[in-house]
């Protein structure tokens, strides 16, 4: 039933509308390095809530990722979204009002990793050019 209901889905994963899918991912980007990177009011702590946010954010950017750029590798974009995720961290260790953390580093990791094993498997079939394995 699951997999019926997704497929109802199917047209909206279509290459053809990859000009969105990308503009989509990129918004994604700029909105997440904004925030990243502005002032916030009080101090931002090592806290459950944090960890979730950086989870939840790498999650919905290998989605946005993977259905961008069907045709590349998997591999390709999420080291790409690692790096942008060390990129932030890095950004943040010169800004006064923030700080380098490679525990927010590595939730982003476990976001990107966690997208791969659990979820990439369910919307590879939706795509018309699934992502190709790491062997190629």
Excluded at 54 to 65: C, D, E, K, R, T
Excluded at 85 to 97: A, D, M
Excluded at 111 to 129: E, H, Q, S
């Amino acid at each position: 039933m699951f997999t019926n209901m997704l497929q109802n889905f199917k047209p909206l994963f279509n290459s053809r509308w990859g000009i969105y899918h990308k503009s989509g991912l990129w918004l994604t980007i700029i909105s997440i390095f904004y925030l990243a990177t502005t002032s916030v009011d009080h101090t931002v702590q090592s806290t459950f809530n944090d960890k979730f946010n950086h989870l939840i954010a790498f999650g919905v950017l290998s989605f946005l990722s993977h259905i961008a750029y069907q045709k590349s590798p998997w591999f390709r974009w999420a080291v790409a979204l690692f790096c942008y995720g060390l990129f932030i961290e890095l950004v943040q260790y010169f800004l006064p009002y923030r700080e380098f953390s490679l525990l927010d580093l590595a939730t982003d990791l476990l976001g990107i990793v966690l997208y791969l094993i659990i979820f990439k498997p369910i919307f590879d079939p939706l795509l018309d050019a699934p992502t190709k394995r790491l062997s190629h």
